[in-house]
């Protein structure tokens, strides 16, 4: 077991330390360079090329940064320049996470409830009204639904206030707004699993032992049908958190969906490069987390490496 | 025991004797899987609706802007931001386009960034991801990671980079969603195909020597045609997403063309002055996303052979 | 597979929870009330101010805050309207080149005084290439300063400012300059504490607790990408004329989202979003002003394979096949005025504005497709075309909303009246300055802002071998005309020359024009003494009140 673990970890280092690397010269394949504007000189650029050690080879910039990653050190924001980068994702992150959590939650609360609903009810119109919302979900933009709803319940209905994240009644449009995709699909996911699951023997025997409709429902339908459910909860947290961007412009949101979008567009080298060593290590040590939990759990997977 | 009187006797049976011919008959027509899969299809009426819409969207993209005598590009600033007329069918822009032969011009290049970049996501994913499944260890373990760092590349820089590398037009953002479009679909078709691999009927090809190839190709993938078919469906709605994040961004399609996206992104900031700028093109994203998601649905039905009766 | 992404998803969420439980903190405060007699004004920016370092900033928010919270030798308050700052009174030699300014007693905000020590330092901060700032070359006017930023000199006492004692600063100038005084007002020049800025190291500037400040409002909180809080400042010398006791500036991007916080009453004011502006116009409640900014064509003279781009007559073409007031109507919703000549009009003269001393229209507001079909002609003559379709090019842009429908309507104009086809290629901001500075582009438009209330600011861009001048255009004469007018000490004469080079420019410069840029903004009636400016803060605040 104890190699396994190691062989496990040495590859997850490997992947991390392919990704970081790849990313370091591929944002600097980018036209441009992060001090390019409209006034500045040649010369003065060049000084401030200089002060941020980018003038020096590339090969000795990469060893550089491989050396303060190795410290967890990501180095000064180049646009931000007197914040570290540590310090950036450290104050942006929690908003994200704030968010991107309240929608998983609310994503899957709702999605499967609706699920529930449409499959007991299965042709009837709740089944339709349920599917009706659950496609209405996946099929309007982010970009479209968050102005609309800010519209009708700031603006018009002045339920809600219009941005910004300073109290649950600001959670809430955002939270909607960003969880509306996943939620639909978490819906469709249930509703489908509920309607197999009727159909198996433990569901027959279940009946034949005369247990109450509702025993049957909550003790062997729903249960066995949350599964394939709680599958996609990875994936889906992994895209609530990561693609928050539209939603956090729309709504004011202080969190880190927009420093990749901007940092790419400043070409601010060291804050592209720490987000996106940030969520890709996060993505392979979960994996990493999650492998070694599986072989412990089950040792065929072992023995077939 | 005691016999009753209507015993069975001899005389009830007659001996009809060898009939060759009729012997090798087939009572019903034999249906294949896809013919099977196809009439059940057409049983779904929700299922087909959506198809019809795809089909209808399709013929006016290639043909409806040829239906008014407006331009799609050709401004005009005495008409701008009418709304729908019996001159101006879905009304003018802010540039005073007229807004049916744009929409028309936006279906083609969002249908045709959809399906395009469905498609070839499913021809990587598929051959990527079956052969990650089937051979499995160390070259599962390398593609596996491969995607792991592909997935954490910000979105961005490959788009950026498609840009420079290759010009802007719907090619370079087709290519840019193709570079880390597949990866959903590899990791689907690896699953699947690690499920397979275990049957017995690739044990069987296995012992008769079919090549690794030929198993791939001819067994496994066939088997998880159904569910590549259907995640193939459902991809083409989150490819014209992505193009029309792309726009929000400022990263989409160049002037003087345009998209449903581009459209509707206009559209949003307009939309408390003149609702019809965004609701006709919100409206086909969305009664697009809806057809494909319910011909998806029908025909994960229709596939699914367990509900073949 | 289940259980795989069962354990992956229970890590995430226990891993989140924690962090999460973190960012319950940040968001708890910001529902305190305030006192009710105490005056507070609140409005939006679209974008975190990236640096609050007075000599490494350089954005236009950073400016709007740093008018507020520190203050240089001279303070200039709406167009034009020059006050004393830290400088109590100040004299110029009589070549206009050593001026000399008298301190008065002010003090930091840690209650130490602001000395003449501190200007000094500053300035050269400012041009020590070590500091590297981007602004640096606003100091350039200081004798020496240009070479000591460039390394050519590298000790700093023989750059012209000096401290002659605690309350006297001396500066010395390479040349006469006719703005100096507005300069003396801008970011780039407030004061800084040396031992303060050592003390902070590179956190200098970083949050509201690492600034020192000598204006009329200090920083109270800065929540990074969220808000800044501004409060009175009561050690400012002239503490009495500022009304309101806090600012709250929020962090906004979406422009609809901050018009609807103006329209909730959260804020106090906020621009017009384009496509709202006639909605509020026909209220009555839209106000408008001139924020500086023009935009314009720039030719690539110096493009291999297509001769067509020097051509002057070409370009004049171009330039009037260009329907400026139809492009302002669709594109900018009435909000902005088309540029008939290339010097922004709200820029000083000798007396009253430039434009108004020197009247001069080169372009028409509309198409003038009779003069521009004769350019081309006179174009495919000189070039030896005779099928105008191949005289085409490719017009860069940005990839905002704006640039989109701009270069859709130009597209189409120089269609429609020239027979032109032109590609369009819209890339991010940072590529198409790349593209420009390696001059790898056609046809750019392009858009400039005034660094001071001068039109040189304008017209020396376009010099042989200027910083700016990414066009290869190279004309001996205008050369000459701005040589002499950076160095005269008549200011009249040096007006003169800045219009013939103006004229010299729009008769046979690569740049055509195409409007000069105007907001549409609301302001709450209850809110007196806003000020908008079209070089400086965009809005200064520092004097305005609140009536209940």
Same mark, same amino acid.
């Given at each position: 077991?104890?190699?396994?673990?190691?062989?496990?970890?040495?590859?997850?280092?490997?992947? &991390?330390?392919?990704?970081?690397?790849?990313?370091?010269?591929?944002? /600097?394949?980018?036209?441009?360079?992060?001090?390019?504007?409209?006034?500045?000189?040649?010369?003065?650029?060049?000084?401030?090329?200089?002060?941020?050690?980018?003038?020096?080879?590339?090969?000795?910039?990469? &060893?550089?940064?491989?050396?303060?990653?190795?410290?967890?050190?990501?180095?000064?924001?180049? /646009?931000?320049?007197?914040?570290?980068?540590?310090?950036?994702?450290?104050?942006?992150?929690?908003?994200?996470?704030?968010?991107?959590?309240?929608?998983?939650?609310?994503?899957?609360?709702?999605?499967?409830?609706?699920?529930?609903?449409? &499959?007991?009810?299965?042709?009837?119109?709740?089944?339709?009204?349920?599917?009706?919302?659950?496609?209405?979900?996946?099929?309007?933009?982010?970009?479209?639904?968050?102005?609309?709803?800010?519209?009708?319940?700031?603006?018009?209905?002045?339920?809600?206030?219009?941005?910004?994240?300073?109290?649950?009644?600001?959670?809430?449009?955002?939270?909607?707004?960003?969880?509306?995709?996943?939620?639909?699909?978490?819906?469709?996911?249930?509703?489908?699993?509920?309607?197999?699951?009727?159909?198996?023997?433990?569901?027959?025997?279940?009946?034949?032992?005369?247990?109450?409709?509702?025993?049957?429902?909550?003790?062997?339908?729903? /249960?066995?049908?949350?599964?394939?459910?709680?599958?996609?909860?990875?994936?889906?947290?992994?895209?609530?958190?990561?693609?928050?961007?539209?939603?956090?412009?729309?709504?004011?949101?202080?969190?880190?969906?927009?420093?990749?979008?901007?940092?790419?567009?400043?070409?601010?080298?060291?804050?592209?490069?720490?987000?996106?060593?940030?969520?890709?290590?996060?993505?392979?040590?979960?994996?990493?987390?999650?492998?070694?939990?599986?072989?412990?759990?089950?040792?065929?997977?072992?023995?077939? /490496? | 025991?005691?016999?009753?009187?209507?015993?069975?006797?001899?005389?009830?049976?007659?001996?009809?004797?060898?009939?060759?011919?009729?012997?090798?008959?087939?009572?019903?027509?034999?249906?294949?899987?896809?013919?099977?899969?196809?009439?059940?299809?057409?049983?779904?009426?929700?299922?087909?609706?959506?198809?019809?819409?795809?089909?209808?969207?399709?013929?006016?993209?290639?043909?409806?802007?040829?239906?008014?005598?407006?331009?799609?590009?050709?401004?005009?600033?005495?008409?701008?931001?009418?709304?729908?007329?019996?001159?101006?069918?879905?009304?003018?822009?802010?540039?005073?386009?007229?807004?049916?032969?744009?929409?028309?011009?936006?279906?083609?290049?969002?249908?045709?960034?959809?399906?395009?970049?469905?498609?070839?996501?499913?021809?990587?994913?598929?051959i990527i991801g079956g052969i990650s499944g089937y051979f499995g260890g160390k070259v599962d373990m390398f593609i596996m990671r491969t995607i792991d760092i592909l997935y954490s590349i910000p979105y961005m820089i490959i788009v950026i980079l498609m840009m420079v590398v290759?010009?802007?037009?719907?090619?370079?953002?087709?290519?840019?969603?193709?570079?880390?479009?597949?990866?959903?679909?590899?990791?689907?078709?690896?699953?699947?195909?690690?499920?397979?691999?275990?049957?017995?009927?690739?044990?069987?090809?296995?012992?008769?020597?079919?090549?690794?190839?030929?198993?791939?190709?001819?067994?496994?993938?066939?088997?998880?045609?159904?569910?590549?078919?259907?995640?193939?469906?459902?991809?083409?709605?989150?490819?014209?997403?992505?193009?029309?994040?792309?726009?929000?961004?400022?990263?989409?399609?160049?002037?003087?063309?345009?998209?449903?996206?581009?459209?509707?992104?206009?559209?949003?900031?307009?939309?408390?002055?003149?609702?019809?700028?965004?609701?006709?093109?919100?409206?086909?994203?969305?009664?697009?996303?809806?057809?494909?998601?319910?011909?998806?649905?029908?025909?994960?039905?229709?596939?699914?052979?367990?509900?073949?009766? | 597979?289940?259980?795989?992404?069962?354990?992956?998803?229970?890590?995430?969420?226990?891993?989140?929870?924690?962090?999460?439980?973190?960012?319950?903190?940040?968001?708890?405060?910001?529902?305190?009330?305030?006192?009710?007699?105490?005056?507070?004004?609140?409005?939006?920016? %679209?974008?975190?101010?990236?640096?609050?370092?007075?000599?490494?900033?350089?954005?236009?928010?950073?400016?709007?805050?740093?008018?507020?919270?520190?203050?240089?030798?001279?303070?200039?308050?709406?167009?034009?309207?020059?006050?004393?700052?830290?400088?109590?009174?100040?004299?110029? %030699?009589?070549?206009?080149?050593?001026?000399?300014?008298?301190?008065?007693?002010?003090?930091?905000?840690?209650?130490?005084?602001? !000395?003449?020590?501190?200007?000094?330092?500053?300035?050269?901060?400012?041009?020590?290439?070590?500091?590297?700032?981007?602004?640096?070359?606003?100091?350039?006017?200081?004798?020496?300063?240009?070479?000591?930023?460039?390394?050519?000199?590298?000790?700093?006492?023989?750059?012209?400012?000096?401290?002659?004692?605690?309350?006297?600063?001396?500066?010395?100038?390479?040349?006469?300059?006719?703005?100096?005084?507005?300069?003396? %007002?801008?970011?780039?020049?407030?004061?800084?504490?040396?031992?303060?800025?050592?003390?902070?190291?590179?956190?200098?500037?970083?949050?509201?607790?690492?600034?020192?400040?000598?204006?009329?409002?200090?920083?109270?909180?800065?929540?990074?990408?969220?808000?800044?809080?501004?409060?009175?400042?009561?050690?400012?010398?002239?503490?009495?004329?500022?009304?309101?006791?806090?600012?709250?500036?929020?962090?906004?991007?979406?422009?609809?989202?901050?018009?609807?916080?103006?329209?909730?009453?959260?804020?106090?004011?906020?621009?017009?979003?384009?496509?709202?502006?006639?909605?509020?116009?026909?209220?009555?409640?839209?106000?408008?002003?001139?924020?500086?900014?023009?935009?314009?064509?720039?030719?690539?003279?110096?493009?291999?394979?297509?001769?067509?781009?020097?051509?002057?007559?070409?370009?004049?073409?171009?330039?009037?096949?260009?329907?400026?007031?139809?492009?302002?109507?669709?594109?900018?919703?009435?909000?902005?005025?088309?540029?008939?000549?290339?010097?922004?009009?709200?820029?000083?003269?000798?007396?009253?504005?430039?434009?108004?001393?020197?009247?001069?229209?080169?372009?028409?507001?509309?198409?003038?497709?009779?003069?521009?079909?004769?350019?081309?002609?006179?174009?495919?003559?000189?070039?030896?075309?005779?099928?105008?379709?191949?005289?085409?090019?490719?017009?860069?842009?940005?990839?905002?909303?704006?640039?989109?429908?701009?270069?859709?309507?130009?597209?189409?104009?120089?269609?429609?009246?020239?027979?032109?086809?032109?590609?369009?290629?819209?890339?991010?901001?940072?590529?198409?300055?790349?593209?420009?500075?390696?001059?790898?582009?056609?046809?750019?438009?392009?858009?400039?802002?005034?660094?001071?209330?001068?039109?040189?600011?304008?017209?020396?861009?376009?010099?042989?071998?200027?910083?700016?001048?990414?066009?290869?255009?190279?004309?001996?004469?205008?050369?000459?005309?701005?040589?002499?007018?950076?160095? !005269?000490?008549?200011?009249?004469?040096?007006?003169?020359?800045?219009?013939?080079?103006?004229?010299?420019?729009?008769?046979?410069?690569?740049?055509?024009?195409?409007?000069?840029?105007?907001?549409?903004?609301?302001?709450?009636?209850?809110?007196?003494?806003?000020?908008?400016?079209?070089?400086?803060?965009?809005?200064?605040?520092?004097?305005?009140?609140?009536?209940?």
């Open positions: 077991m104890g190699r396994y673990i190691l062989n496990r970890l040495f590859v997850s280092l490997i992947t &991390a330390w392919v990704l970081v690397t790849l990313v370091f010269f591929l944002i /600097r394949l980018l036209p441009g360079d992060p001090f390019l504007s409209e006034k500045v000189t040649p010369e003065i650029k060049a000084n401030m090329m200089k002060y941020y050690g980018l003038d020096k080879p590339i090969h000795i910039q990469y &060893a550089t940064f491989l050396g303060n990653l190795l410290k967890g050190d990501f180095g000064y924001s180049l /646009r931000y320049k007197n914040r570290t980068v540590n310090e950036v994702i450290n104050q942006a992150f929690p908003y994200s996470a704030d968010l991107g959590i309240r929608a998983v939650i609310f994503a899957a609360i709702a999605g499967v409830t609706l699920g529930i609903i449409a &499959a007991l009810n299965r042709n009837r119109s709740w089944d339709y009204l349920s599917m009706f919302i659950a496609i209405v979900g996946v099929s309007v933009p982010s970009f479209v639904i968050g102005p609309l709803l800010q519209y009708v319940f700031a603006t018009k209905l002045k339920l809600l206030p219009v941005s910004q994240w300073k109290g649950f009644a600001y959670t809430i449009m955002p939270t909607f707004a960003l969880s509306l995709h996943s939620l639909a699909l978490m819906a469709r996911l249930m509703r489908a699993s509920m309607l197999d699951v009727v159909n198996q023997d433990y569901i027959k025997t279940a009946k034949a032992k005369g247990l109450s409709p509702f025993q049957i429902i909550w003790k062997h339908q729903i /249960r066995n049908a949350i599964l394939p459910v709680v599958t996609v909860l990875g994936p889906v947290t992994a895209t609530l958190l990561t693609g928050t961007f539209v939603v956090e412009q729309i709504f004011a949101i202080p969190g880190l969906g927009k420093f990749y979008i901007l940092g790419i567009q400043n070409l601010d080298y060291s804050l592209v490069l720490g987000m996106t060593t940030f969520y890709g290590l996060f993505l392979i040590a979960a994996n990493f987390v999650v492998d070694i939990i599986y072989g412990l759990v089950d040792p065929r997977i072992r023995l077939a /490496r | 025991m005691q016999t009753t009187g209507n015993a069975v006797t001899k005389e009830m049976f007659e001996h009809v004797g060898k009939n060759i011919s009729q012997m090798e008959a087939i009572a019903r027509p034999s249906i294949t899987y896809w013919q099977d899969a196809w009439r059940r299809l057409k049983q779904n009426k929700v299922a087909m609706l959506g198809l019809i819409i795809i089909i209808l969207y399709t013929i006016m993209a290639i043909v409806g802007p040829y239906m008014t005598p407006y331009d799609y590009r050709t401004t005009n600033t005495a008409e701008i931001d009418q709304p729908p007329s019996a001159k101006h069918w879905f009304g003018t822009d802010t540039l005073g386009r007229d807004l049916w032969a744009r929409t028309w011009m936006g279906a083609r290049v969002s249908l045709a960034i959809g399906f395009l970049a469905a498609f070839l996501n499913a021809v990587i994913g598929v290759l010009g802007q037009g719907i090619m370079p953002l087709v290519i840019a969603m193709v570079v880390v479009g597949w990866l959903n679909m590899a990791r689907l078709v690896r699953g699947q195909v690690l499920q397979l691999k275990e049957q017995e009927f690739v044990l069987a090809a296995k012992v008769l020597g079919a090549s690794h190839s030929r198993i791939i190709f001819k067994h496994l993938i066939p088997n998880a045609l159904g569910v590549i078919l259907v995640n193939l469906t459902m991809s083409v709605p989150s490819a014209i997403f992505t193009e029309a994040f792309l726009s929000f961004i400022g990263l989409g399609v160049v002037p003087p063309h345009s998209s449903w996206g581009q459209l509707a992104y206009y559209g949003i900031q307009a939309f408390r002055v003149r609702p019809y700028q965004l609701f006709i093109p919100a409206f086909f994203i969305s009664t697009t996303m809806l057809s494909l998601n319910l011909l998806g649905d029908g025909l994960r039905d229709a596939l699914d052979p367990r509900l073949r009766s | 597979m289940l259980r795989k992404s069962l354990a992956l998803a229970i890590i995430l969420l226990l891993v989140l929870g924690v962090v999460a439980g973190c960012g319950q903190q940040a968001s708890q405060q910001g529902g305190d009330q305030q006192q009710q007699q105490e005056k507070e004004i609140a409005f939006t920016i %679209s974008a975190e101010v990236p640096n609050l370092d007075p000599q490494k900033a350089t954005d236009t928010y950073a400016i709007l805050v740093g008018n507020a919270i520190f203050e240089g030798l001279i303070r200039v308050h709406g167009d034009g309207n020059i006050q004393p700052g830290m400088a109590e009174k100040w004299d110029v %030699s009589e070549d206009k080149k050593t001026w000399t300014f008298h301190l008065r007693d002010a003090k930091w905000s840690d209650g130490t005084p602001v !000395t003449a020590y501190d200007f000094e330092y500053a300035f050269k901060r400012l041009l020590d290439p070590n500091t590297a700032s981007e602004y640096s070359y606003q100091g350039y006017y200081i004798l020496n300063g240009e070479k000591f930023n460039k390394g050519e000199i590298t000790d700093p006492s023989q750059v012209g400012v000096k401290a002659l004692d605690e309350k006297t600063l001396e500066i010395k100038l390479e040349n006469p300059v006719k703005y100096f005084e507005s300069l003396m %007002s801008f970011l780039s020049f407030m004061p800084v504490r040396k031992d303060f800025v050592e003390k902070m190291g590179e956190k200098f500037a970083a949050d509201a607790d690492k600034l020192l400040y000598n204006g009329p409002f200090i920083l109270k909180e800065w929540k990074h990408e969220q808000e800044l809080i501004l409060e009175k400042n009561p050690n400012y010398w002239n503490k009495d004329a500022i009304k309101i006791d806090r600012v709250k500036i929020y962090i906004v991007n979406d422009p609809n989202t901050a018009y609807q916080m103006y329209e909730n009453g959260e804020t106090d004011w906020e621009y017009i979003p384009p496509e709202l502006v006639e909605q509020v116009a026909a209220e009555g409640k839209a106000k408008y002003f001139y924020d500086g900014a023009e935009f314009y064509l720039q030719f690539n003279v110096k493009r291999p394979g297509k001769p067509w781009l020097a051509n002057e007559n070409f370009q004049r073409a171009v330039g009037f096949a260009i329907d400026r007031e139809a492009l302002v109507k669709s594109v900018m919703k009435g909000v902005s005025d088309p540029a008939t000549r290339y010097v922004l009009p709200q820029l000083a003269g000798l007396e009253k504005k430039f434009v108004e001393e020197y009247p001069y229209e080169f372009y028409s507001k509309n198409a003038d497709t009779a003069k521009a079909k004769e350019y081309l002609e006179k174009a495919m003559k000189e070039l030896n075309i005779s099928d105008p379709s191949k005289l085409t090019f490719e017009y860069l842009t940005d990839d905002t909303q704006r640039a989109k429908l701009t270069a859709e309507i130009i597209q189409d104009q120089l269609k429609q009246n020239l027979g032109i086809e032109i590609t369009v290629k819209q890339v991010p901001f940072k590529q198409r300055l790349e593209l420009m500075n390696k001059r790898d582009y056609d046809v750019v438009f392009a858009g400039w802002g005034p660094d001071y209330d001068d039109p040189m600011t304008y017209i020396d861009m376009w010099v042989t071998g200027g910083g700016h001048n990414n066009t290869g255009w190279s004309n001996k004469e205008y050369d000459e005309l701005v040589k002499f007018a950076k160095t !005269t000490d008549d200011f009249k004469k040096r007006a003169d020359a800045m219009f013939e080079a103006e004229k010299l420019l729009m008769e046979k410069g690569p740049i055509v024009p195409v409007y000069f840029r105007q907001r549409a903004w609301v302001c709450g009636d209850h809110v007196k003494g806003l000020v908008t400016n079209f070089v400086g803060p965009t809005f200064d605040f520092v004097y305005a009140d609140v009536e209940k």
